[in-house]
Structure formats: C-alpha cells, structure tokens
Nanobody, 121 residues
Framework: QVQLVESGGGLVQPGGSLRLSCAAS????????MGWYRQAPGKERELVAT???????NYADSVKGRFTISRDNAKITVYLQMNSLKPEDTAVYYC???????????????WGQGTLVTVSS
C-alpha cells in the first residue's frame, strides 16, 4: 500500500510560521501531482496548493505570497512552508498524492491523516 504521513502542525501566533511535511512510503512506483488541502471547522475541504512532477505549482488565492509548496523526490516528501499565518488559516491540513503502486498501471488518489494547525494569540 501507499501511505502519506504528515507532521509539523501545531499552535502558532498570528504572523508566525510553520513548515508541514508529508512523507510517502509503501509500494510506490510513481508519484505525480502532490498537494495540500485544508478543512476548517464547519467548512468544506479546500485546495491550498499543488505541485506537479515537473515542479509546477499553483496556490489558492488566500495563501499566495505567504505559503510555498515544494517537493523532494529523493525523499518522497512534499512540504508546505507557511509564513505570515492568520487566524483564518486554522484548519486540519491534509496532504495528497496521485500515486502509482508497483505492479499497477492505475493511479490512486492517496490522502494523509491530516495535521492540525491552530493560529491564535
């Protein structure tokens, strides 16, 4: 199986920074687009940022200029650097990946468990 394990969440004051990490493991043949989503209490899950296998990125308008997504293919890890955090950034952050398992021709959408980010003074 393919698994994603997230880390780096926690409590931070407004204006502070956090870096989230998401490491993939398992019987992975390929990882295509990877990304971060978030879900605030009482709200729908929304896109934060994505990065393709060619390192092409896109961001939600609400995080442009503040967040940076990156990936390290050797470590099979995707990161989200979050700067200038605001209270409205408070949410559970989920990483995801389009993965191809060893021995399979198909692609799977894989999700992590989520890590909580709380921005509060």
């Amino acid at each position: 199986q393919v698994q994603l394990v997230e880390s780096g969440g926690g409590l931070v004051q407004p204006g502070g920074s956090l870096r989230l990490s998401c490491a993939a493991s398992g019987s992975i043949s390929r990882l295509s687009t990877m990304g971060w989503y978030r879900q605030a209490p009482g709200k729908e899950r929304e896109l934060v940022a994505t990065i393709t296998s060619g390192f092409r990125t896109n961001y939600a308008d609400s995080v442009k200029g503040r967040f940076t997504i990156s990936r390290d293919n050797a470590k099979i890890t995707v990161y989200l650097q979050m700067n200038s955090l605001k209270p409205e950034d408070t949410a559970v952050y989920y990483c995801n990946a389009d993965a191809q398992a060893i021995g399979s021709m198909g692609w799977l959408k894989v999700w992590g468990q989520g890590t909580l980010v709380t921005v509060s003074s």
